[in-house]
């Protein structure tokens, strides 16, 4: 079975950079597409990017400046990297296997 | 992008009945290949998001037939019959018909 588990801070300074990790058991991330999507309060949803099973990444176009996703093969784990957060970055974030495999979430404040 | 619009916002039904949640597309969710890619979701309090249906018709596994999908081009509905008590939650659709991924805003479902 795909278990999905992120890992980070729940609480960034506004202009720092947050960081999350994403470790997958149960399937290679060799394989597939494995992305992070973020929930707002208030129940909107957005679908950040991901990187593929060859490596290569596509993001949104609205983050495309500051986002950056990486992975680890060896560790079958994968990154978020957002940069210049504000308080508008404060979201659930959860990594995913395309829609169907999601991980329990992480909450992030940002906030001074 | 995409937009999804979604309503009602919110629902509240007794145990037993039936609802119905409209899901339109700002564009036609036909792929090249002839398929529509329009998914719906449910994340029920506390959980992660949970695919309920893919491709508009289809049940994810394990997803009861109380649930249904309907719809084509830009028009969608998710029907629940015999509403349960696990059903309470928000419901999102969402396409990855056209890049980026979109969702809609979201229908929260209560139980009277």
């Known amino acids: 079975e795909v278990q999905l588990q992120e890992s980070g801070p729940g609480l960034v300074k506004p202009s720092q950079s947050l960081s999350l990790t994403c470790s997958v058991t149960?399937?290679?991330?060799?394989?597939?597409?494995w992305g992070w999507i973020r929930k707002f309060p208030g129940n909107k949803m957005e679908w950040m990017g991901y990187?593929?099973?060859?490596?290569?990444?596509s993001y949104n176009p609205s983050l495309k400046s500051r986002i950056s996703i990486t992975r680890d093969t060896s560790k079958n784990q994968f990154f978020l990297q957002l940069n210049s957060v504000t308080t508008e970055d404060t979201a659930t974030y959860y990594c995913?296997?395309?829609?169907?495999?999601w991980g329990q979430g992480v909450m992030v404040t940002v906030s001074s | 992008d995409v937009v999804m619009t979604q309503t009602p916002p919110s629902l509240s039904v007794a145990i037993g009945q039936s609802v119905s949640i409209s899901c339109k597309s700002s564009?036609?969710?036909?792929?090249?290949?002839?398929?529509?890619?329009l998914h719906w979701l449910l994340q029920s309090p506390g959980r992660s998001p949970k695919r309920l249906i893919y491709?508009?018709?289809n049940l994810g596994s394990g997803v009861p037939d109380r649930f249904s999908g309907t719809g084509s081009q830009k028009d969608f509905t998710l029907k629940i019959s015999r509403v349960e008590a696990e059903d309470l939650g928000v419901y999102y659709c969402?396409?990855?018909?056209?890049?980026?991924?979109?969702f809609g805003s979201g229908t929260k479902l209560e139980i009277k």
């Open positions: 995913a296997r395309s829609i169907l495999y």
């Open positions: 149960g399937y290679s991330i060799t394989s597939n597409y």
């Open positions: 990187i593929s099973y060859s490596g290569s990444t």
């Open positions: 564009q036609s969710l036909v792929y090249s290949d002839g398929k529509t890619y």
């Open positions: 491709q508009v018709s």
């Open positions: 969402a396409q990855t018909t056209h890049f980026p991924l979109t």
